[in-house]
């Protein structure tokens, strides 16, 4: 018997999840040396992903996003894992796995989920073994090789259809999706201009990722950053918004954006955790019009996204990494007892890079 | 000679223009006898159309439309003409046109104007024949048979992509686009919502139009009202909506859309005329990730719009209006001594159905 620790959801919070309140961690006995379900899987967990819709999912029901995380529950991502001991014929003791698991130290699989082959993304409860023919650091596959990854890569081309020449401005540009976007836009030959919450994440995505021009949203305005820096570029406006945050930057990206500019609406972080009368009301809609302006909200599961640019995002991305044109960042939390600050701290823009949590190295 | 008056922009205005300081009436004479310029026209008003995107003109330059109506002079419109005398082989005197008018009751056509031949919904300088084959009343060529009727049909079909089954919400339902993009969405069989401004024109788009539910704004939150209508109508959600004015009903529409809803954003009069601070703030953007909706703006003249659609539009509209299957209401302004106050009407939504100016029948 071991100790099997899991971060478990007691409350559905107000504003950001308060770790201990909201986020509790849990233990129970775990027998190791069970024999795993009929067609089942005894796993253990070595990554989770920390990802912004996990706090939508902490909501009471909306709808919205096809479940919400049942209270009293461990709550579940995107993770890879090891198998301890196996009793079904697609998987054996040692093989590392992915799929949207428990945030537990050891969890069982059972038959139905072990039989269905994962989509791409990560978005039914299928099991996956890990293609690392390149031998990565295998965490990507939880982050630009993953779900964050395909979600940047799919709707770029698929709602931000970028062209040579055009400028394209990132939210959260250091974050899990904003690197990768930036950096394959660069590719595509776009000025590219990016938001970041410090100025050590500033430095990065222009010392480092090459990106043209960015600010801190914490110390200029965006209507009068995204201005200034348009002048600077000697550019008119935005050609694409690439929107992580909502609020205050989408106002001013709706501002910037040039006649038939596109809006890929990919998140909205800084608004979800506010409480009831602290949301930013968008004052510049009225633009759509006149601008002719597109703007589109996907999720990475949809028919036209994430299915669709699979194998093209894993050839290229797995590639363009390993021989260091593309640049992945990570923020890492260690050990279970950490994942509710992680997680919080991702939601709060706290960490620099891809945010996971790491239970035990492979 | 004869006194031609004109309507004038003389202040760009804050709020909604004021007639006789904002929008004032001058008076001019003009020489019915003077020969034509080389090749131009002498040129009778009959009809002037009245549209919302009027108000975005009247003010200093933005860049969002092509042109600003400069101060000091007649404003401008899609008009309903009657030649006087001509130099222009493409015109004889006693044709009957359309053109982009000055708000005057006589005027002179250039020959570059007249050579030109005027595009779908009216988009540039020119000058074409109006071909009324079925012999309807000449006014619906500024409305249902014109820029607005064109801007509903190619728009609902472009941006809407109405299925038969579908829920449409349509503000200003009794408007000039309104009212056919209701009537186009019960042919296809979708059920049909509308907002407007007064009981009256409630019962008339639940009555004589068809639509299956409807609202009076001023007397009943949106997001309240169509909560309400969704549940009589036993529906989940709305597919598509239709926006004419934006605010508080775009809010509205955004929590009421189901997934994969799309709005087609044609206008936003509650908003354009609000001085700063009065605008309302959209508060449900962030709905659009997780809904994966589309906005889209757009202006007839736009290259997949109007032009794309021109010939059906005329084919079917003038066919089911002929036919009493489309009913259209206008609105007529007698007079260009009343024409401030008509516009600046159908602005606040007084009008009831599509606004028009007659200046002499025809």
Request: hydrophobic share 35%; proline share 5%; net charge neutral.
């Amino acid at each position: 018997m071991v100790q099997n620790k899991s971060l478990v959801l007691a409350k559905h919070p107000v504003g950001y999840p308060v770790p201990g309140s909201d986020l509790i961690t849990t233990s129970s006995e775990f027998d190791l040396n069970q024999a795993p379900p009929p067609g089942g899987l005894i796993v253990k967990t070595n990554y989770l992903s920390f990802d912004p819709y996990q706090r939508g999912r902490m909501r009471a029901a909306t709808g919205l996003y096809t479940t919400g995380y049942p209270l009293n529950s461990p709550i579940t991502n995107n993770a890879i894992l090891t198998v301890l001991s196996s009793d079904n014929p697609r998987f054996k003791a040692g093989d590392v796995i992915t799929t949207n698991a428990e945030f537990s130290e050891y969890q069982i699989i059972t038959k139905e989920r072990a039989e269905l082959e994962q989509s791409p993304g990560g978005g039914n409860a299928g099991v996956r073994l890990l293609k690392n023919p390149l031998g990565l650091d295998p965490k990507l596959f939880l982050g630009a090789l993953g779900m964050s990854g395909l979600t940047a890569y799919s709707s770029l081309y698929e709602i931000g259809k970028p062209k040579k020449g055009e400028v394209i401005f990132i939210s959260a540009a250091s974050g899990a999706v904003g690197q990768v976007v930036g950096q394959l836009a660069k590719r595509e030959g776009l000025k590219v201009i990016g938001s970041v919450g410090s100025d050590e994440k500033l430095q990065y995505i222009k010392e480092e990722l090459g990106f043209d021009a960015g600010f801190n949203y914490k110390k200029e305005k965006p209507d009068e950053a995204l201005n200034r820096i348009l002048g600077e570029l000697g550019e008119e406006g935005l050609n694409i918004y690439y929107d992580n945050v909502g609020g205050e930057q989408l106002d001013a990206a709706l501002g910037a954006l040039s006649t038939f500019g596109r809006i890929v609406s990919c998140g909205s972080v800084s608004q979800t955790s506010k409480k009831p009368g602290e949301t930013h009301g968008i004052q510049n809609m009225p633009l759509v019009v006149g601008k002719r302006l597109t703007i589109r909200g996907f999720i990475v599961f949809d028919p036209d996204m994430g299915g669709k640019y699979y194998e093209e995002h894993q050839n290229n991305l797995q590639k363009w990494i390993k021989d260091g044109e593309i640049k992945i960042k990570m923020a890492v939390t260690d050990g279970i007892d950490n994942a509710a600050e992680g997680l919080v701290g991702m939601l709060k823009g706290e960490n620099f890079g891809k945010a996971v949590l790491k239970i035990a190295d492979l």
